[in-house]
């Protein structure tokens, strides 16, 4: 059997409706607190490596000072020199007009950081780990919904002075590039569970955060994504077996194109979630799970042992007509 951890950046839970959004609460679901960077809201930077370390921001290490903008690795040069020349507000144009013009992302922190230095729920566990921010297991390679990301151009601008934070010149071809991404993500995680190699699959997509940032203005925008996220959903729970956990989780929540202090989790076997109250608490109730049950699914691709004679063989062969 496997557990299944999907997270989704910024799925609200004053944004699902019950009724309509069956998948996404499954059977027992709650609101979780989250935490505050130094930016003034809740940082995806900071929030996942806080979720998979069960560790504050300062005790793992992966911290912003000014704001994903000024803060990512690109500019920790010009960062530190504009501490001391540049004002808060120059600061952050600056940033976000560096990061609009260059491909890099400021959630690309390796695995290897890690290592020797700040456990994981991973430790010691077959687990596969698919898209998680600032835990990139290979470096040189990237991923469909890390490539689109990338390559949004104008579709998703950061604009400090934009309600958001972000603009997009086409919110109709933003939103489909959106979906992409989310559909590619729960695909790969369909597939780390369809293979039963692991018995943890630990995904993440951000296409839902992503699309709340631009979609302020129009918010049946946001509530048509939460429908289709809730049918994909749907779609991984079907290759669920009877004894496969699935948990979905948020770093934070996303009303009126901004960050919100509520996240939320939610899960088909209600036992995993009681113990949960906050993003620190995730690490140790799935560990609890993973101790309590054996999630190890007999891989089918690991060789049988040969038992059968060479006679034997021989002998069937003969019967079907190849010898």
């Not at 940082?43 to 911290?63: C, F, K, N, R, Y």
């Not at 996303?254 to 995993?272: C, F, K, V, Y």
Request: hydrophobic residues 35%; charged residues 25%; contains cysteine.
């Amino acid at each position: 059997m496997t557990l299944v951890v999907l997270g989704i950046d910024a799925l609200d839970p004053g944004l699902v409706n019950p009724d309509d959004h069956s998948n996404l609460i499954l059977e027992d679901y709650r609101t979780i607190e989250t935490l505050v960077s130094s930016s003034g809201e809740p940082s995806t930077h900071e929030l996942w490596p806080t979720i998979i370390t069960g560790l504050t921001p300062a005790e793992h290490g992966l911290q912003l000072d000014d704001g994903v903008a000024w803060s990512n690795p690109l500019l920790d040069i010009g960062s530190r020199i504009g501490d001391y020349v540049l004002p808060d507000w120059i600061q952050t144009k600056v940033g976000a007009w560096l990061l609009n013009r260059t491909s890099e992302d400021a959630f690309r922190v390796p695995a290897s950081y890690y290592e020797g230095h700040v456990s994981t729920v991973f430790d010691g566990t077959a687990s596969l780990q698919v898209g998680i921010p600032n835990f990139v297991v290979d470096p040189d390679s990237e991923d469909r919904e890390h490539q689109i990301r990338r390559s949004m151009g104008d579709l998703f601008e950061r604009d400090p002075e934009a309600k958001g934070g972000h603009k997009s010149a086409d919110i109709q071809a933003f939103y489909e590039r959106c979906m992409e991404m989310m559909m590619i993500r729960i695909a790969r995680v369909r597939r780390g569970l369809r293979g039963r190699q692991y018995e943890l699959v630990f995904g993440y997509t951000s296409g839902l955060d992503l699309i709340g940032h631009v979609s302020h203005a129009r918010p049946e925008v946001q509530a048509q994504a939460y429908d289709e996220l809730n049918q994909f959903v749907g779609e991984l729970q079907s290759d669920l077996c009877d004894e496969d956990e699935l948990v979905l989780l948020s770093d934070h929540g996303l009303q009126d194109g901004l960050h919100t202090e509520q996240a939320m989790i939610s899960a088909t076997n209600p036992t995993i979630i009681n113990s949960i109250e906050s993003v620190l608490d995730v690490r140790s109730a799935i560990e609890s799970e993973l101790s309590r049950t054996n999630h190890l699914s007999e891989s089918p691709w690991k060789q049988s042992p040969n038992n059968v004679s060479s006679d034997a063989v021989r002998e069937q062969l003969e019967d079907l007509g190849y010898m």
